[in-house]
């Protein structure tokens, strides 16, 4: 791949382009008729799921072009996230041939679209990508762009040339005849493979003749006599297209501070939000899930916090606004919160949460002692999950997102599942000692134990000293059951438990570093005066 292709084929230039060019004639095509989907429409079916590892294993070739292939397909886990997965034996969902073992001379270069693979070709000895245009001898800028191309297909791409916004003026007498000589195509397989639009094809907004997924069109195929050139390399809309349809997941920071990012630390103001945006946007309104992970506030007052963001109907596809609230007296010095995008296709996801007002909202009176340990007064809202969602009982994260003390106590939460099972679990909110929670507000992941890439967690400073005496400074290391396989996985972690004395300010924060494949340090600080007895936090991480 080289920056020095001429790259012209933007729409003005592109009508520019004279005479006829004798280069190759488009050379890849899409699987279709007898034993492929019959229409080629972005269907969210013909995707992947997101986040998977996608098995790819060559049926043939020399171990020098089967790397050439695979530097070129990973070109776009840039872009997508989508782990492709090169085995030498087994099982695999995408298969490479580069022989036609019938007919050697066969130069035929295709694809299945996204998981038709699966669906189409079962036979594990037959490919679902034929390469037979690519040999030990091709040039690199051909593979390049033959890799490119059949796996944008294999990622669930169709052709830009049959896009609605393509609006292509074919000389239809001259496409047939050059199809029926190059190719042998007849005039159906022409207009199927060329011509034909693609009436669902409706994620592009414009035509890219810079696509990977446009041919080559020759001029004297148009009746304009307008071309598009050879296309080697992806172009920004391949890019902008395949980050939407498999978003990195929390490809923002996942983080936000009141002090700097919305003013500084003096004087305290109780309303403080900010837009963020996606990054990048999402193709339908993603759920998101939100904790808190420092709090700055002074003790003088009670201390009330709301961290919220509007219901998923009133939020977009390409922003969502944070709010970092406390209301009445309460002086809030600053206030973050980390959180989790999950997106509509990602269905082993469940989420939600649970105010403490919806099940009393006489705030007032106080939760219930539990009946096994009158010192614990609970808040319980039970969750039902989608019937048949889940096999097993799922993990599940809590994150906590609000609370109302009163500041003549200590300041005691803890929020957890409870009596998870597979059809649904509890969400406890609870208090001890003296402490006075008028109310609190948690969010929750639930999600099935044997998903792949991801990981949870609970961490405690309860799991290694006592709460007495307090103690600033508390950390520990966790250790993944499981090593991730990519170097770095994402590590999201926010305030699951609190106990801190009510007399001085309520400063604390949780926060992992640290982090590589085999886990990360975790921390749970308080600074200045603060009194800090207990800290917990609930974790996640995605690889
Ligand atoms: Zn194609």
Not at 190 to 204: D, G, S
Not at 396 to 406: E, G, K, P, Q, R
Request: aromatic share 12%.
């Amino acid at each position: 791949m080289s920056d020095e292709v001429p790259y012209y084929c933007s729409a003005e230039a592109l009508w520019d382009v004279e005479g006829e060019e004798d280069v190759d004639l488009p050379v890849t095509n899409l699987t279709g008729g007898e034993d492929g989907p019959p229409d080629m429409a972005l269907d969210p079916a013909w995707f992947w799921k997101n986040g998977e590892k996608i098995k790819v294993r060559f049926l043939d070739g020399s171990p020098v072009l089967q790397a050439r292939v695979r530097t070129y397909a990973e070109e776009w886990e840039k872009y997508a996230n989508i782990d492709f997965v090169f085995v030498t034996e087994g099982n695999a969902s995408i298969r490479v041939r580069f022989k036609n073992p019938r007919d050697p001379k066969d130069k035929t270069t295709d694809s299945q679209l996204g998981t038709g693979a699966k669906k189409f070709v079962i036979d594990q000895n037959q490919p679902t990508m034929r390469l037979y245009s690519l040999n030990d001898d091709t040039k690199d800028d051909e593979v390049c762009r033959v890799v490119l191309h059949e796996f944008g297909h294999a990622l669930g791409c169709v052709h830009e040339h049959q896009s609605l916004a393509a609006k292509i003026e074919w000389n239809e007498e001259q496409v047939f005849a050059d199809a029926k000589k190059f190719y042998h195509w007849d005039k159906e397989k022409a207009r199927n493979q060329i011509m034909k639009v693609n009436e669902q094809a409706t994620l592009h907004s414009s035509f890219d003749p810079k696509s990977i997924m446009c041919y080559m069109i020759p001029p004297k195929w148009t009746k304009n006599g307008r071309g598009v050139k050879k296309n080697l390399t992806l172009s920004e809309t391949d890019i902008s297209f395949i980050r939407k349809a498999y978003p990195f997941r929390t490809r923002n920071a996942g983080r936000l501070s009141v002090v700097p990012e919305i003013r500084p630390i003096y004087p305290p103001l109780a309303l403080n939000s900010k837009v963020i945006d996606f990054d990048p946007p999402y193709t339908a309104t993603p759920r998101v899930v939100l904790g808190l992970t420092l709090l700055d506030a002074s003790h003088e007052t009670n201390v009330r916090v709301h961290l919220h963001t509007p219901s998923e109907s009133e939020r977009g596809k390409a922003s969502f606004t944070l709010n970092l609230d406390a209301w009445a007296d309460t002086k809030l010095y600053n206030a973050a919160a980390t959180w989790l995008e999950f997106s509509r296709g990602e269905v082993e996801y469940e989420v939600g949460e649970y105010n403490t007002l919806d099940t009393r909202p006489n705030f007032r009176q106080p939760a219930l002692p539990s009946p096994d340990n009158p010192g614990l007064r609970r808040d319980i809202s039970h969750v039902d999950f989608r019937k048949g969602k889940y096999t097993s009982p799922p993990n599940i994260l809590i994150w906590l997102t609000a609370f109302d003390f009163d500041n003549r106590y200590n300041w005691r939460v803890r929020a957890a599942a409870h009596n998870v099972t597979a059809s649904g679990f509890d969400v406890v909110i609870e208090s001890w000692g003296d402490t006075t929670l008028y109310s609190a507000a948690a969010e929750w992941v639930a999600y099935p134990k044997d998903q792949a890439g991801v990981l949870s967690g609970r961490v405690s400073s309860n799991d290694y000293r006592n709460w007495f005496p307090a103690q600033a400074g508390n950390q520990g290391k966790v250790r993944f059951a499981v090593p991730f396989e990519r170097l770095n996985p994402k590590v999201f972690m926010a305030l699951s438990e609190l106990d801190m004395d009510s007399s001085r300010n309520l400063r604390v924060k949780v926060y992992a570093d640290r982090v590589s494949s085999e886990g990360f340090t975790w921390h749970g600080d308080a600074w200045e005066d603060s009194l800090l007895y207990s800290v917990g936090a609930d974790w996640i991480a995605f690889g």
